[in-house]
């Protein structure tokens, strides 16, 4: 059990364009999913804690308006990334957490690799 | 906020060594702390895991300690084998959301 699943797994899009992202978890409900960033042979970064039905909270530096988070359902959450640039071309993963007060540990999503031409 | 800090960036050791990797943290709030393999391309996969309240965890191979008054926690890797190859990446957890070292690269020679 515990299975987060991101969708696609790799895009390749235009400067200028969007790219919606989507994380969902497949065998529980999830009332906070995370968004991180990792560049190429760096740590991952969290860029926002994403909780069902209210607003996300970005990390600093983050710009929440070209980064739109949507976390609609329990089993959902969608990052949007918005008139992208190739700075913004990284691996987006995004994790999950069963329930406040559950236990601690994140399930993974398998990532996204974002290539901005 | 949390900064976490982790040593060292890479590591080589021969099969059959132990490898020890260390992280320090700087907010006494957190109070969990995994550690994850990755590798080229994938998602982090948690190897072993530690909550604040405890000292030291082990898990066949793999034992994790740590040091709250100090703030460090450190991975041992005992036997190593060519498959334990990878990134690994330290993390800190305060209200669950988790702020990751830099990373270590270790390589098993054969």
């Known amino acids: 059990g515990a299975v987060v699943s991101q969708h696609p797994s790799w895009v390749i899009c235009k400067s200028g364009t969007s790219v919606k992202i989507e994380c969902r978890s497949l065998?529980?409900?999830?009332?906070?999913m995370f968004w991180y960033r990792q560049f190429p042979k760096q740590s991952l970064m969290l860029m926002a804690t994403s909780n069902e039905g209210s607003k996300a909270t970005y990390e600093q530096g983050v710009e929440k308006d070209k980064f739109l988070i949507n976390h609609a359902s329990l089993t959902l959450s969608t990052l949007t990334v918005t008139s992208a640039h190739p700075e913004d071309s990284s691996f987006y993963i995004c994790?999950?957490?069963?329930?406040?007060?559950?236990?601690?540990?994140?399930?993974f999503g398998p990532g996204t690799r974002l290539t901005v031409t | 906020g949390e900064n976490v800090e982790q040593h060292p960036s890479t590591l080589s050791v021969q099969e059959g060594d132990s490898a020890v990797i260390k992280c320090t943290y700087s907010d006494s709030a957190s109070n969990y702390f995994p550690w994850y393999k990755q590798e080229l391309g994938k998602r982090p996969q948690l190897i072993i895991d530690?909550?604040?309240?405890?000292g030291e965890k082990k898990d066949q191979r793999i034992a994790v300690t740590l040091n709250k008054t100090a703030k460090h926690f450190s991975l041992h890797i005992t036997e190593t084998q060519p498959e334990d190859s990878a990134v690994y990446f330290c993390a800190a957890s305060i209200r669950r959301a988790l702020t990751f070292g830099s990373g270590t690269r270790l390589q098993v020679q054969p």
């Open positions: 994790s999950a957490i069963r329930a406040p007060g559950g236990p601690y540990e994140q399930y």
């Open positions: 530690i909550r604040s309240n405890v």
């Open positions: 065998d529980f409900q999830a009332t906070t």
